[in-house]
T-cell receptor, first 115, second 112 residues
């Protein structure tokens, strides 16, 4: 079974530029998560999708961040414009969603550096 | 609000010795608790979880965790550490339906 795929693995941009991250979850997983992981900290949830619907985006900074999961499969997270403080690892995870709290499967992450 | 705390930034242990990585939690209601491991340049991997039942939970790679309700703890343990166990370990608590709240992580260093 293929795992969660993320691309790119690394991205370096200058501040005020836009950037996008892509995630393809494990086949059949209807729940998809985007997390932010700052250096030396645990992952923090940005947004959670159940199929196409964003059911928890309370931690997503909506002035500059946006996300979509149009067909309920893969997803894109965008930052426009990027700021220096956005430098972090962006993790995507998925789960089957058939339990109250099930195991989440994580991708390798995208390490973003904003100069 | 649900939260977990990992009081140690780093744990050092010699290969072959037992290891413990500590986690305490704060929840309202019954806790659902998890441990994940993160190797360099890789995503988090699930190790084990406590939902209900036996206080000693067994997981992947020989790890186990002990749930202690009176001490609100969920410490990760392994009887004999391997150098390959060196990684970043995260404790997490369920903060609602399909929502995990992670601790800051503990770096485990196993020395030959």
């Amino acid at each position: 079974e293929a795992g969660v795929v993320q691309s790119p693995r690394y991205k370096i941009i200058e501040k005020k530029q836009p950037v996008a991250f892509w995630c393809n979850p494990i086949s059949g997983h209807n729940t998809l998560y985007w997390y932010l992981q700052n250096l030396g900290q645990g992952p923090e949830l940005l947004i959670r999708y159940e199929n196409e619907e964003a059911v928890d985006d309370s931690q997503l900074p909506k002035d500059r961040f946006s996300a979509e999961r149009l067909k309920g499969v893969d997803s894109t997270l965008k930052i426009q414009p990027a700021e220096l403080g956005d430098s972090a690892v962006y993790l995507c995870a998925s789960s089957s969603g058939d339990r109250v709290v099930g195991e989440q499967f994580f991708g390798p992450g995208t390490r973003l550096t904003v100069l | 609000a649900q939260s977990v705390a990992q009081p140690e930034d780093q744990v050092n242990v010699a290969e072959g010795n037992p290891l413990t990585v500590k986690c305490t939690y704060s929840v309202s209601g019954n806790p659902y608790l998890f441990w994940y491991v993160q190797y360099p340049n890789r995503g988090l991997q699930f190790l084990l979880k406590y939902i209900t039942g036996d206080n000693l939970v067994k997981g992947s790679y020989g790890f186990e965790a002990e749930f202690n309700k009176s001490q609100t703890s969920f410490h990760l343990k392994k009887p004999s550490a391997l150098v390959s166990d060196s990684a970043l370990y995260f404790c997490a608590v369920a903060g609602g339906y399909n929502k995990l709240i992670f601790g800051a992580g503990t770096r485990l260093a196993v020395h030959p």
